[in-house]
């Protein structure tokens, strides 16, 4: 063997702009998931030996040898890559760090490469770039009909590719949206991009950790809502069905829909940074450079590997892609001026300052012991320490002296259980025996469990503490304060969105109350 | 640095301080008076000499041991409440070394009738006994459990039972995986002791730091401490030019 080094990378030839998957109404009239639709078929096509294959591509995100058995992408008869080659590119994905986004980001590229190689090869156009899946967006928020299995115009041969079977169950052609009941953009208004797994919100692009880790816990602002709720949604199933491709880290590439899902979340990330001159990517070293003990590697058109770092992945305009689109479907709900304003500040704050990002976080309080979930949902009381809660509420008063509020979140603690596919909401002060349907304003948010199943694995790699989710409550904390004082507790109410299946064990450690401010 | 960086590293500094200064303490023992700590004879003693022993394995645990908390000790600083955990933190440690010395003195017996009753084969008897049990699926599978970091109740004597509770139960699943290498600094004489509990502490903290992998047979070598110093910092820029082909 002769190894031979060469400067290549996943960087186009042109710049590329990705479009909107919805143009001519998302189906195959659009050019875009035309070409798309071919060079999947013919990385289907290829075999799993073959790194730059649909099955290989998708297994650099995740891959558990017994789950891709029992849905039939895995045969051990085949011929698989060789053990270097699957150490070195299977099982990458970066989640529940601040290398969430980087990562993906090189993945994306990488994968667009090879699509692209696949496009050119079919006789497309040389600057086809990825569409994005903006959901957000009035009338776009189910998946694009090209990707379902009532498409029409998909030329062939064969079945349509961006169509799979193990999307939303056992009923692929219901309805396909992602609600918006569930999803939001509160993440955009985070003004760090860095934080900690102490209870707060860890940042807008997750928390700081130094190593290659596939998988932890509490992800990123961004990370949690909307890509995990996006990725549950999708793949979430019946009560017969299987969960759908896209609701674990260990199948959702295999899902065509994942690379629009994810490009979306890459131009989030790109409109987060243009639309506050604080809004910047971290500078230390230890984020530039990428985990300490393992790169980020790539296959890409030719047998070339690439590798690459957070560094590599910080300006656009290095990499020659741009955005149709930067603004639709960006901005988030509400601003912190307008909080300040409700709370009766004397000037309204010009710019989006929140609590600093060197800020104490402690424990308000807590419920006192675990919950086991059924479909009908359970309810907890979070009990608050007085001391602490009073602590809240001086800052909230000292509002209207100049001073910074808290922020608040509610965390569900060391979720466990089978449940991939399964989205949780969370209600705080729900009338008792009312139906939660009837109170949307009392919904504090909603967790989608991604990658909950392999989490809860006592000898998985996150030592089966399971999934752990942070919501932002300081809305309804506020609105306690302004009608008349925090009470001692918070009653808790959690439905899952759909029934359980039956038999399915799911259970929540605590329920937990954090306070970051001064 | 924001603030629960801040935290964490104030929790491994101070472990990692405590951790320092008993291995000072082991080493001034053992330059003065030949070595003590851990490897009293239990089969002997009166009082002053059972005290002795605990004193010495307590001085050999904070050395090797205080280390490895850093994770479960933060985890216990940032979800418990700010006035409780000073409270919280020591009843995790109290249950934890409380596991270790009784485990300590029970091994420390074993050590003792080992060298007394296979005096030259008993190191030869410990290192093939610690190599079988590496290799075995059971101590992966315990190892994967001191990964784990359960929630605590919050407030009163449920929570001080429950932490108290943790602590011992990561002190026994502590002690399932590394109750060989134990023995092995036990075993070892008042002369290699140091040196052996150095190197086992090394290897404890490079085992540490690897994530809970599948439990199957075979030796598992920590990789991420050499994969980290091998690698040390990445090269400047994929884009200019960090590609590799192989070609035959």
């Known amino acids: 063997m002769l190894e031979v080094h060469i400067v290549i990378s996943p960087v186009p030839a042109q710049a590329v702009?990705?479009?909107?998957?919805?143009?001519?109404?998302?189906?195959?009239?659009?050019?875009?998931?035309?070409?798309?639709?071919?060079?999947?078929?013919?990385?289907?096509?290829?075999?799993?030996?073959?790194?730059?294959?649909?099955?290989?591509?998708?297994?650099?995100?995740?891959?558990?040898q017994q789950t891709w058995a029992g849905i039939g992408f895995w045969d051990a008869n085949e011929p698989q890559p060789?053990?270097?080659?699957?150490?070195?590119?299977?099982?990458?994905?970066?989640?529940?760090?601040?290398?969430?986004?980087?990562?993906?980001r090189g993945y994306l590229l990488a994968f667009e490469a090879v699509v692209r190689d696949a496009v050119v090869a079919a006789g497309g156009p040389a600057d086809w770039a990825l569409p994005y899946w903006d959901y957000f967006e009035n009338g776009q928020d189910a998946i694009p009909p090209a990707f379902t299995k009532d498409a029409q115009g998909w030329p062939g041969p064969g079945p349509n590719p961006l169509f799979v079977d193990l999307r939303f169950g056992s009923d692929p052609v219901s309805d396909g949206?992602?609600?918006?009941?569930?999803?939001?953009?509160?993440?955009?208004?985070?003004?760090?991009?860095v934080g900690n797994a102490n209870g707060a919100i860890p940042g807008f692009g997750g928390p700081r950790l130094n190593?290659?880790?596939?998988?932890?816990?509490?992800?990123?602002?961004?990370?949690?809502?909307?890509?995990?709720?996006?990725?549950?949604?999708?793949?979430?199933?019946?009560?017969?069905?299987?969960?759908?491709?896209?609701?674990?880290?260990?199948?959702?590439?295999?899902?065509?829909?994942?690379?629009?899902?994810?490009?979306?979340?890459?131009?989030?990330?790109?409109?987060?940074?243009?639309?506050?001159?604080?809004?910047?990517?971290?500078?230390?070293?230890?984020?530039?450079?990428?985990?300490?003990?393992?790169?980020?590697?790539?296959?890409?058109?030719?047998?070339?590997?690439?590798?690459?770092?957070?560094?590599?992945?910080?300006?656009l305009t290095a990499l020659k892609y741009s955005y149709e689109d930067l603004t639709s479907g960006t901005a988030p709900p509400a601003t912190f001026a307008a909080r300040l304003e409700r709370l009766g500040a004397p000037e309204p704050a010009a710019g989006g300052t929140t609590v600093p990002e060197d800020s104490n976080v402690e424990l308000v309080g807590a419920n006192d012991q675990a919950l086991a979930m059924v479909s009908a949902g359970v309810r907890t009381t979070v009990r608050l320490d007085a001391a602490v809660r009073d602590k809240v509420t001086a800052s909230l008063t000292d509002v209207a002296g100049g001073g910074t509020p808290?922020?608040?979140?509610?965390?569900?603690?060391?979720?466990?259980?089978?449940?991939?596919?399964?989205?949780?909401?969370?209600?705080?002060?729900?009338?008792e025996g009312a139906d939660p349907a009837d109170h949307p304003e009392r919904l504090a948010g909603s967790v989608g469990l991604f990658g909950v199943t392999a989490a809860s694995r006592r000898d998985g790699r996150h030592g089966g503490d399971g999934y752990t989710a942070v919501l932002e409550i300081t809305r309804t904390v506020d609105d306690l304060h302004l009608a008349g004082g925090l009470p001692d507790g918070l009653?808790?109410?959690?439905?899952?969105?759909?029934?359980?299946?039956?038999?399915?064990?799911?259970?929540?450690g605590r329920v937990s109350v954090y306070r970051q401010g001064r | 640095m924001a603030a629960g960086s801040q935290d964490l590293a104030q929790v491994r500094g101070t472990l990692v301080t405590i951790a320092a200064a008993a291995w000072l303490l082991i080493g001034v023992d053992t330059v003065s008076m030949g070595g003590s700590a851990g490897?009293?004879?239990?089969?002997?003693?009166?009082?002053?000499?059972?005290?002795?022993?605990?004193?010495?394995?307590?001085?050999?645990?904070?050395?090797?041991?205080?280390?490895?908390?850093?994770?479960?000790?933060?985890?216990?600083?940032?979800?418990?409440?700010?006035?409780?955990?000073?409270?919280?933190?020591?009843l995790f440690v109290v249950g934890y070394f409380a596991g270790w010395l009784a485990a300590g003195g029970l091994l420390t017996a074993v050590a003792g009738t080992l060298r007394h009753a296979v005096p030259g084969p008993a190191l030869a008897v410990v290192v093939a006994s610690m190599l079988v049990w590496h290799t075995t699926p059971a101590r992966t599978r315990c190892l994967n459990r001191t990964h784990s970091h359960p929630a605590q109740p919050a407030f009163g004597l449920a929570g001080d039972v429950a932490v108290l509770r943790f602590g011992l139960t990561h002190a026994l699943w502590c002690i399932a995986t590394c109750w060989a290498l134990m023995l092995l600094t036990l075993v070892a004489g008042p002369r290699a002791e140091p040196v052996v509990m150095a190197a086992v502490a090394f290897w404890l903290v490079a085992e540490r730091l690897e994530r809970p992998a599948p439990p199957r047979w075979g030796l598992q070598i920590p990789t991420t401490v050499a994969r980290q110093v091998l690698r040390g910092r990445p090269p400047a820029s994929a884009l200019r030019g960090r590609t590799r082909r192989t070609a035959s």
């Not at chain 1, 096509?45 to 294959?53: G, H, I, K, N, Q």
């Not at chain 1, 060789?82 to 993906?104: D, N």
Request: glycine residues 8%; hydrophobic residues 40%; negative net charge.
């Open chain 1, 17 to 64: 702009v990705r479009p909107n998957a919805y143009a001519k109404g998302g189906s195959f009239n659009n050019p875009d998931l035309l070409w798309y639709a071919r060079a999947v078929a013919a990385m289907q096509r290829r075999p799993l030996a073959d790194p730059t294959s649909w099955r290989s591509y998708a297994a650099i995100h995740g891959f558990d």
């Open chain 1, 211 to 315: 190593r290659f880790d596939h998988g932890t816990f509490p992800h990123g602002g961004l990370e949690q809502n909307p890509h995990d709720l996006v990725h549950v949604l999708v793949g979430e199933p019946d009560q017969q069905g299987p969960p759908g491709l896209m609701s674990s880290p260990d199948t959702a590439a295999l899902d065509p829909i994942f690379w629009l899902h994810h490009a979306n979340i890459d131009r989030l990330w790109e409109a987060w940074r243009r639309t506050d001159p604080a809004h910047t990517d971290p500078t230390v070293q230890r984020w530039l450079q990428g985990p300490t003990d393992r790169g980020f590697a790539m296959p890409l058109p030719g047998g070339t590997t690439w590798t690459y770092a957070p560094a590599d992945m910080d300006a």
């Open chain 1, 177 to 193: 949206s992602v609600s918006g009941t569930d999803i939001n953009l509160s993440a955009m208004a985070e003004n760090h991009f």
């Open chain 1, 406 to 431: 808290d922020r608040v979140y509610l965390d569900l603690e060391n979720i466990r259980g089978p449940a991939d596919g399964v989205t949780l909401r969370v209600y705080i002060d729900l009338p």
């Open chain 1, 491 to 508: 009653d808790v109410t959690i439905v899952p969105r759909r029934p359980l299946p039956p038999g399915m064990e799911l259970s929540v």
């Open chain 2, 39 to 90: 490897h009293g004879d239990a089969a002997a003693g009166g009082p002053l000499e059972l005290v002795s022993l605990a004193a010495g394995l307590l001085l050999m645990l904070a050395a090797m041991m205080l280390p490895l908390l850093a994770a479960p000790v933060y985890h216990l600083w940032s979800r418990s409440l700010a006035r409780r955990r000073g409270r919280v933190i020591t």
């Open chain 1, 82 to 104: 060789a053990p270097a080659v699957q150490t070195k590119l299977w099982a990458q994905c970066q989640h529940g760090s601040w290398y969430f986004l980087p990562w993906h």
